[in-house]
């Protein structure tokens, strides 16, 4: 059995077992004893870590499959010709001054235009290609919003117009015999999606680890990076107002459902916020919420007369977790169930949610500024917006206000 399956099934079975314990109880009409509770919490912390396994183990397969590829496209085809990669790696660790002539030539061509190219002081060039793609499924991995919404490559960050269009109300009509057609216009809209620039902060190397041929300089310096410009990017996703920033989906997506309680959630909501939702949109739709709502959603069930347990693991590989049949993304930056009229779920279609990343990632170098740590610098740097492109595909429910 592979690693993959075995965690499944022990997955399964802890999920067995916490299911258990509620049924017992409920049976009983009482609530868990204390070994009860300690027994419960442990076994959802086991669920839990299996889960992260499951995703981590999915996740290689994912990078092995890239990885093969990725060898064999970088199969040498012309040795004369520098490789924009390589060069770019050589900058990297010593510097425009390291760099030929036909080397610099090389790595201008992808270039930007604040780029520097006689000092390395926040110098900057584009991340390769294959960088860019790494970091792009990486920022999806680490960010829900990423995850979950569809992605929009553009070649400029110039403001991008876009064009909306909403037709789940328009009907088409029956005419009787002789009787002329009449109009019936579609009503377009517009929003437009700007490109925000984030950073990443300094990222101080030390000279001497810099220079080091067996540090993964690349590896590491792009990896933390994509984190710091993760969370941030996520953060505004989620919760930006649209002023100077995205126009996050707490703030675009209209309230579908408010629930009566101001720190807790029903069945019978969710299933409320489902049907909010127009069942145009509803075959490829998805919950979004906290990790704490998800754990509250594990300690609910179907109903009082069915045990079974909203939450709905998945015991086969390649199958992800459901919540009442729906796929859900977790993402932190969604708000809790810690204060009143919080929006503790976002249900709908999130291909409708546009991420926008404008022209590649670049990667600046910075030896000046350092100087006197004997450290080099180096910043991540990328312009992205957000938007909701249709208001009706995307629901919230709020906790009460009172």
Do not use: C
């Amino acid at each position: 059995m592979s690693d993959l399956r075995t965690v499944l099934e022990k997955r399964k079975n802890a999920y067995v077992q916490l299911n258990d314990l509620n049924k017992r109880a409920k049976k009983e009409g009482r609530d868990l004893s204390a070994d009860e509770k300690d027994q419960w919490n442990k076994l959802s912390a086991d669920i839990d870590n299996l889960t992260e396994q499951k995703e981590r183990l999915e996740r290689q397969k994912e990078l092995d499959a890239q990885f093969a590829e990725k060898v064999d496209r970088q199969k040498p085809t012309q040795k004369d010709t520098p490789k924009y990669r390589d060069v770019y790696t050589k900058w990297a660790q010593f510097g425009n001054a390291a760099l030929s002539s036909e080397e610099r030539s090389v790595i201008q061509k992808r270039g930007t235009d604040t780029q520097v190219t006689s000092t390395d002081d926040l110098g900057g060039y584009t991340v390769p290609e294959d960088f860019g793609a790494e970091i792009i499924k990486s920022l999806a991995q680490y960010s829900g919003m990423v995850e979950a919404s569809r992605i929009l490559r553009t070649a400029t960050g110039a403001p991008l117009p876009y064009p909306t269009l909403d037709e789940t109300s328009v009907k088409g009509s029956r005419l009787g015999e002789g009787s002329a057609d009449t109009v019936s216009d579609m009503t377009f809209g517009q929003k437009t999606l700007n490109a925000h620039k984030y950073t990443s902060g300094v990222i101080k190397i030390s000279r001497e680890l810099v220079q080091d041929s067996a540090f993964n300089l690349d590896s590491e310096v792009l990896q933390v990076g994509t984190d710091r410009i993760g969370r941030i990017l996520n953060e505004e996703l989620t919760t930006g107002d649209g002023s100077s920033k995205p126009n996050g989906i707490l703030n675009a997506a209209s309230v579908g459902v408010t629930a009566s309680a101001t720190d807790a959630f029903t069945r019978d909501e969710i299933i409320d916020l489902i049907h909010s939702v127009d069942r145009a949109y509803r075959p490829n739709a998805a919950f979004m919420l906290n990790d704490s709502v998800l754990k509250e959603i594990k300690k609910l069930t179907v109903g009082s007369a069915d045990d079974r347990p909203l939450w709905q693991p998945s015991i086969r590989e390649g199958a992800p977790d459901q919540i009442e049949g729906f796929n859900y993304v977790v993402n932190n930056d969604m708000e809790d169930l810690s204060a009143v009229s919080n929006k503790i779920f976002a249900f709908g279609d999130w291909s409708r949610y546009y991420v926008r990343i404008a022209q590649d990632i670049v990667l600046a170098r910075s030896t000046d500024r350092y100087v006197e740590e004997y450290v080099v610098g180096y910043f991540l740097f990328l312009r992205a917006d957000g938007e909701l492109m249709d208001t009706n595909a995307i629901k919230t429910m709020a906790l009460a206000a009172s």
